[in-house]
Antibody
Framework: QVHLVQSGAEVKKPGSSVRVSCKAS????????ISWVRQAPGQGLEWMGG????????NYAQKFQGRVTITADKSTITAYMELSSLRSEDTAVYYC????????????WGQGTLVTVSS | SSELTQDPAVSVALGQTVRITCQGD??????GNWYQQKPGQAPVLVIY???NRPSGIPDRFSGSSSGNTASLTITGAQAEDEADYYC???????????FGGGTKLTVL
């Protein structure tokens, strides 16, 4: 059984950065990516980007290009998402999920990490 | 704006059948996938690919597609099916993942 375990909640000041981790276990990731999806309070799901840990190949949503950095440690199958220049609108729950690259479905999700941006 | 369009809200009487739709150009090339999300919980994949259910998803959930529209059908809706439902697929370029805006399903 695949498990994705994320790091804990964060409170950040505007203008700062946040780094969220996602450790995967219990399954194969050789043909999968790890995607990051966020959900602002009362809003829908928003894909931010993803990485194929085996190859380090990264894709970012245009909206977040230049502000988000996704990396992975393939030896531990841990992915990281760093978002910089935080503003109040970045307050959201951030999820990681395993993504089947060909069809774009996300079959296993982490528990979510609440990031609160407040002065 | 999302490249996939969903109705914001749909309701269904208990035990009846409901269809939730998702429209977008990328659905002509890629299958739509469906997620159920209940308050305070992470999304759960309920339909993927042509019409596949992950282990543990009841067979009252099914998927279909035609042209630029993907549909999720719940046959015999139960009270526990009340949730937000999101569709997703790859975008038209194939490089990115996109989500619909979500549909809030109310079971009456």
């Amino acid at each position: 059984q695949v498990h994705l375990v994320q790091s804990g909640a964060e409170v950040k000041k505007p203008g700062s950065s946040v780094r969220v981790s996602c450790k995967a276990s219990g399954g194969t990731f050789s043909s999968y990516a790890i995607s990051w999806v966020r959900q602002a309070p009362g809003q829908g799901l928003e894909w931010m980007g993803g990485i194929i840990p085996l190859f380090g190949t990264v894709n970012y949503a245009q909206k977040f290009q230049g502000r988000v950095t996704i990396t992975a440690d393939k030896s531990t199958i841990t992915a990281y998402m760093e978002l910089s220049s935080l503003r109040s609108e970045d307050t959201a729950v951030y999820y990681c999920a395993r993504e089947q690259v060909a069809d774009g479905y996300l079959d296993y999700w982490g528990q979510g990490t609440l990031v609160t941006v407040s002065s | 704006s999302s490249e996939l369009t969903q109705d914001p809200a749909v309701s269904v009487a208990l035990g009846q059948t409901v269809r939730i739709t998702c429209q977008g150009d990328s659905l002509r090339s890629y299958f739509g996938n469906w997620y159920q999300q209940k308050p305070g919980q992470a999304p759960v994949l309920v339909i993927y690919g042509k019409n596949n259910r992950p282990s543990g998803i009841p067979d009252r959930f099914s998927g279909s597609s035609s042209g630029n529209t993907a549909s999720l059908t719940i046959t015999g809706a139960q009270a526990e099916d009340e949730a937000d439902y999101y569709c997703n697929s790859r975008d038209s370029s194939g490089n990115h993942v996109v989500f619909g805006g979500g549909t809030k399903l109310t079971v009456l």
